[in-house]
C-alpha cells in the first residue's frame, strides 16, 4: 500500500514537471518576441474566455504557467473536439506552437494538422487527451 502511494506521487511529480519543463523557453520566446515555437507544457487556467467565432471556431483559455506568465490557449474546435468540463484552477497541459504577442502569447495548432503539414498538437484534461 505505501509502495503504491510512494508511485502515485512520484508520477504526480514526473508529471507536473514535464508539464513546467518548458516554462523557460516560453519566458525567453517571450521576452525576445519570438514565434513559431513548438513548445510543450502545462498551467493553471485563470480564466475562460468566450469562444472566437471568426473564422475557424477556438476555445479560448487563458492559463498560468509555473512561471507567473500567462498564455492564451487558442484551441480550434472545427478540428479538434472541445475540452468539456473545465474550469477555473483546472491543469491543463498543452503541445502547440507558441505565438509572441504583448500579452504573453498564444499557443495554437493544438489539434491534428489535416493536411499533415505541422506538427499535431494537443492538450490534456482529467487525463484525456483533445486533438
Do not use: C
Not at 512520484?10 to 516554462?23: E, K
Amino acid at each position: 500500500m505505501i509502495r503504491l502511494a510512494v508511485t502515485s506521487i512520484l508520477l504526480s511529480f514526473f508529471v507536473l514537471s514535464s508539464a513546467f519543463a518548458n516554462d523557460h523557453v516560453l519566458a525567453e520566446a517571450y521576452d525576445n518576441r519570438k514565434s513559431d515555437i513548438q513548445v510543450q507544457g502545462g498551467g493553471v487556467v485563470v480564466r475562460l474566455l468566450s469562444d472566437d467565432n471568426k473564422g475557424s471556431r477556438h476555445q479560448r483559455i487563458l492559463i498560468r504557467l509555473g512561471s507567473g506568465q500567462t498564455i492564451l490557449i487558442a484551441h480550434n474546435i472545427d478540428l479538434a473536439p472541445r475540452v468539456e468540463g473545465l474550469k477555473k484552477s483546472d491543469f491543463v497541459e498543452f503541445y502547440g506552437e507558441y505565438e509572441w504577442n504583448q500579452k504573453g502569447g498564444v499557443i495554437h495548432w493544438t489539434h491534428r494538422d489535416p493536411g499533415n503539414h505541422h506538427a499535431h498538437g494537443w492538450l490534456r484534461h482529467n487525463g484525456s487527451t483533445y486533438q
